[in-house]
């Protein structure tokens, strides 16, 4: 059974969207049974054009097509959930959460977000096994 990762951001529309675009690219290359999935606690009615854009340069497109809310089974069945926003009270003691709050807005550098995004994905998969 695949596992997986929920990133969360509160629009569900930009650093989520960009973080789960690049764990799972990084996942396929390391042969890891594991998928991320993007949400946010108060979606915006579509993704983030500044990173759906950035995305398409970097060769990547967004698995979701428009944000989706958070959700008690998505936190349930995660096996790590990171956030780039305060999560709401109920979420709060249900899953391992990991905190990226210090992430720039992508809509302000793309390139700086995405920056930091991935060298925190390589420090978060580091030394996890291949499937």
């Known amino acids: 059974m695949t596992r997986t990762i929920v990133f969360v951001c509160e629009h569900g529309a930009a650093k989520s969207i ?25 979606p915006d009615d579509e993704l983030a054009a500044s990173t759906i854009n950035g995305l398409m340069d970097d060769g990547l497109k967004a698995e979701e097509e428009k944000p989706i809310l958070l959700s008690q089974k998505d936190v349930e069945g995660a096996q790590a959930i990171v956030s780039f926003c305060d999560l709401p009270n109920e979420y709060n003691d249900v899953a391992s959460i990991e905190t990226w709050a210090d992430v720039p807005p992508v809509s302000a550098d793309y390139e700086k977000s995405r920056d930091m995004i991935v060298e925190r994905l390589r420090q978060f998969m580091d030394g996890w096994k291949e499937a």
Do not use: M, P, Q, V
Request: hydrophobic residues 50%; aromatic residues 12%.
């Open 18 to 42: 960009l973080a789960a675009a690049y764990f799972n690219k990084f996942a396929r290359e390391r042969s890891l049974d594991i998928h991320a999935i993007a949400r946010g606690t108060n």
